[in-house]
């Protein structure tokens, strides 16, 4: 997604390339990523003799490769792809590849500011990651959920800390997954380990384990809450990073626990993906009240419109607005504050607020193109398919990626007052 920090709010339109004219020595090119602010369009492109390279608003890396893919910028305009070279996978970074090679390579990971990239990596069937081309120390027979420190600083994944044959479920029900930060594993072992989460600060990390065939619980750090459930879903650090919050089942509802103990006293028929505001101040979770319907809840109070599915919530950065994105009848559309945008589309994309709160957009899909949408409305942003957007700092601008014909356009515009 775009980004409104260091863009040039200039009004006007521009070309980035022209991906429909690959030009003579050239096969094919994918679909273009943009770069955060706008400015650069960036795609694989596969050359006559059978490598390929990355093309940047039409110029070719230096150096090719046999094979490239998951293509994409980190936050702090990088850009980023696994490469594979006779056999060997690793990621390049602006042309550039890790010194450190792989069987295989997958997921890139970037830490908040994107000063840090994480990778997930496979060396004779041994697995774990690999932060700023340094790989862990020790690699494990499984290594999943992996997860970076919001500051880059740690990684973190659930791993397998002992081998487990065909069969053995004795030693299985006693145990062989655990949590591994920076390639230490926790000193003890359990059925099974999901869902990771780091503290703010990156020094502790919490994790959704299985102590028996029945018994679900958090583990923080190592050590599990002394209560447990028939079930849990993924726990989250508070803001301050003193306690950690998630959903937990009993009795055949779902509740939201803190620290172990009941923080909201409302149950439902699900409850996930618990989502603090940024002050701290806000908790809100996608629930369902009753058997197939969705919708929000803020601080254990639904919002009565409910849904097939609600998905993508976001809050404004000021903590006072909440929106998502909603389905009902295979329609989709945007839930703000509680009320749906009017006009439903074929599919819509997480939502997203404007930095002073004032206006809420999303990419759409309407009669088979991609399109923009503010507050409800379909903006005009000339033809093609929308890539991506970002509001201006005072939500009175739009910054629009799009690619129209094979030409990929940056464009600004202002937009109207029907904003909130």
């Known amino acids: 997604m775009l980004q409104s920090h260091d863009v040039d709010w200039e009004a006007g339109e521009r070309t980035l390339a022209d991906l429909g004219r690959p030009g003579k ?16 369009a960036a795609a694989v492109a596969r050359l006559a003799d059978d490598v390929s390279t990355v093309r940047v608003n039409g110029e070719d890396w230096e150096q090719s490769f046999d094979k490239v893919w998951n293509l994409r910028f980190a936050p702090d305009g990088r850009l980023c792809a696994l490469v ?12 550039e590849p890790w010194e450190n090679t792989f069987e295989f390579a997958w997921n890139p990971l970037f830490s908040r500011d994107g000063a840090h990239i994480g990778l997930c990596v496979q060396n004779g069937m041994r697995y774990g990651l690999a932060v700023d081309d340094a790989p862990w120390d020790e690699l494990f027979a499984n290594a999943n959920n992996a997860l970076l420190a919001p500051d880059g600083s740690r990684a973190a994944a659930a791993v397998q800390t002992e081998p487990l044959g065909q069969a053995e479920i004795e030693k299985f029900g006693k145990g062989v997954f655990s949590a591994a930060v920076d390639g230490v594993a926790w000193p003890r072992n359990f059925v099974n380990v999901w869902s990771l989460d780091f503290s703010p600060d990156a020094k502790r990390l919490a994790a959704e384990v299985r102590l028996s065939l029945h018994e679900h619980t958090i583990a923080v750090d190592g050590e599990p809450w002394p209560v447990t459930f028939s079930a849990v879903w993924e726990p989250r650090f508070s803001p301050d990073g003193k306690s950690v919050v998630a959903p937990v089942r009993s009795g055949g509802k779902w509740r939201l626990a803190r620290d172990g103990q009941t923080l909201w006293n409302g149950t439902y028929v699900q409850l996930w993906h618990q989502m603090f505001s940024p002050d701290g101040e806000r908790i809100a979770a996608v629930v369902s009240p009753r058997f197939g319907q969705w919708t929000m809840a803020v601080d254990d109070r639904p919002w009565q ?17 909440l929106a998502a994105a909603v389905c009902r009848g295979g329609r989709w559309t945007v ?22 709160g ?3 957009g999303a990419l759409v899909e309407t009669d088979g193109r991609r399109a923009l949408a503010v507050d409800g409305e379909i903006v005009g942003t000339g033809g093609g398919d929308v890539h991506g957007f970002a509001f201006s700092p005072d939500g009175q601008k739009v910054l629009v990626n799009r690619v129209d014909d094979g030409a990929c356009i940056r464009s600004v515009q202002r937009l109207g007052n029907g904003r909130r």
């Open 335 to 356: 839930l703000a504050d509680g009320k749906a945008w009017a006009r439903d589309f074929e599919r819509a994309w997480p939502p997203v607020f404007s930095p002073d």
């Open 358 to 360: 004032s206006r809420v």
């Open 305 to 321: 419109a409910t849904f097939d599915v609600v998905s993508d919530a976001v809050f404004s950065a000021d903590g006072s607005r």
């Open 25 to 40: 020595g050239t096969q094919w090119v994918e679909e273009p990523r943009f770069s955060p602010d706008g400015s650069r």
């Open 84 to 95: 594979q070279q006779d056999g060997e996978w690793t990621l390049a970074v602006d042309g």
